[in-house]
């Protein structure tokens, strides 16, 4: 093989990385997500078979038949191919596509669930709001039952932020002072990757969160659960370290130590699925990691260092923490 032949194909092949995985839109798990994907291969289709046509037409102004170049130098085709042709074609896909983007069947109607996310530099507060009025607050991810008309009531704690679970369905912007509204059905179970989409500031690329679609019946037990307070683990010695560092100014751990407020609730921080907003996994090695070097890990982020803990302080606060389940 050519040495350019290996560079278009080393080139192809880190472009189509990006194609795949649990963070692709290209894996539509319901119809939302399905129409942006629609929208978008129409677009690529039509823009390629723009592109090709100017393509041609440039290479018949260089180097095409003497007679060809005389056609195409005619007002009429100046007028034709220069004005019109690109008025009708970008008017019609701008037209098309927010119509297809906007005429949604599920924006009428009483939704399923209720969740509001709130975009903070730079983690998301996901609290669930249940119709007997109870609020059920978590973090950094969002668990829904599949085959359900979800609400999501986004809004902003500081500056623009922008939810987007490639996936679920396209990206809407989170407004400080302002709530959108975004609807949409999950259809295929699964467990996916979301991102902050607007720049918000220096940790924004470390803005991530999860999407978690199970069923109806599983969705209802992690609720009860997750509405419930924390386990009491009084006499855990991790618990102590928390009361005297201070965490609980705040992070709430719910029905024990608060008031919280500031930071991610840790009422059942144990359970989730990834530290720092999708940066660490989550266990006690990452627990301990985080509280050692988060300034590090996540540049900027809001929390205090807390180097001062002793080596037996932080083990014993990140098993505290993880045994919050
Ligand atoms: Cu939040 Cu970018």
């Known amino acids: 093989m050519k040495r350019w032949q290996s560079c278009i194909l080393l080139f192809s092949a880190l472009l189509l990385t990006a194609c795949d995985g649990d963070q692709s839109m290209f894996r539509p798990a319901g119809s939302e997500a399905d129409k942006v994907v629609f929208l978008y291969w129409t677009m690529v289709i039509g823009f390629a078979f723009v592109f090709f046509l100017v393509m041609g037409l440039v290479l018949i102004a260089f180097a095409g038949p003497s007679q060809w170049r005389v056609w195409l130098q005619s007002e009429k085709q100046i007028i034709g191919l220069g004005l019109v042709f690109p008025v009708i074609v970008l008017s019609g896909l701008l037209v098309w596509g927010y119509l297809l983007l906007g005429s949604s ?10 969740i509001r996310v709130e975009g903070a530099q730079w983690w998301w507060r996901v609290t669930y709001l249940l119709e007997d009025g109870a609020r059920v607050e978590t973090a950094n991810e969002v ?6 008309l979800i609400e999501l009531e986004l809004v902003s704690a500081d500056v623009l932020h922008s939810f987007w679970v490639p996936a679920w369905t396209g990206k809407m912007d989170m407004i400080p002072g302002h709530t959108n509204i975004l609807r949409f059905v999950v ?23 999860y999407g978690v679609a199970i069923d109806e019946q599983t969705f209802e037990s992690w609720l009860e659960a997750e509405s419930a307070p924390a386990v009491p683990l009084s006499q855990h010695p991790g618990r102590q370290v928390y009361l005297s560092t201070g965490c609980g100014a705040c992070h709430q751990v719910r029905g024990q130590i608060g008031p919280g407020g500031s930071g991610p609730d840790l009422t059942h921080v144990g359970s989730r699925l990834s530290l720092g907003a999708g940066i660490l996994p989550n266990d006690t090695e990452a627990f301990e990691r985080w509280m050692a070097r988060h300034p590090f890990i ?4 809001r929390m205090p260092a807390f180097g001062f803990l002793s080596d037996l302080e932080r083990r014993q606060l990140a098993r505290y923490l993880d045994a919050l389940e």
């Open 105 to 114: 069947s599920l924006a009428n109607g009483k939704p399923d669930l209720k």
């Open 298 to 301: 996540k540049p900027g982020n």
């Open 187 to 209: 259809d295929t179970p699964g467990t996916v990757k979301g991102q902050c989409a607007e720049y918000c500031g220096g940790a924004h690329a470390f803005m991530s969160l």
């Open 143 to 148: 668990r829904i039952p599949v085959g359900k």
